[in-house]
């Protein structure tokens, strides 16, 4: 299972960016699609997870209201439509794939990793 994501970059507080991560080698369609990130000097964390049709979504409440993950299994790609940056959105983002289902939110279950993007968020 090979999972690429892109879409970071250098953006101004406020702004947006879109994350894409394209999957490779399991079904798609099953799995749980998630969003980490890690910041530096800081573990990495939960933002956000997906179910395997895409009707149910959770979120860290650090980034619940301004993020947005959906999926697009006829292209194997999930996304992370991020909104109303702030500084401490900084972070490497990693997009994740698990076959298990239901409220996931430790990366432990997560058992493929992409290899991560940059996001950066200046003042």
């Known amino acids: 299972v090979q999972l690429q994501a892109s879409g970071g970059g250098l953006v101004q507080a406020g702004g947006s960016l879109r994350l894409s991560c394209t999957a490779s080698?399991?079904?798609?369609?099953?799995?749980?699609m998630g969003w980490f990130r890690q910041a530096p000097g800081k573990e990495r964390e939960f933002v956000a997870t997906?179910?395997?049709?895409?009707?149910?979504?959770y979120y860290a409440d650090s980034v619940k209201g301004r993020f947005t993950i959906s999926r697009d299994n006829a292209k194997s790609t999930v996304f992370l439509q991020m909104n109303s940056l702030k500084p401490e959105d900084t972070a490497v983002y990693f997009c994740?794939?698990?076959?298990?289902?239901?409220?996931?939110?430790?990366?432990?279950?997560?058992?493929?990793w992409g290899q991560g993007t940059l996001v950066t968020v200046s003042s």
């Open positions: 080698g399991r079904t798609f369609s099953r799995t749980t």
């Open positions: 994740a794939s698990t076959a298990g289902a239901g409220e996931i939110r430790t990366e432990t279950a997560f058992d493929y």
């Open positions: 997906i179910s395997w049709l895409g009707g149910t979504t």
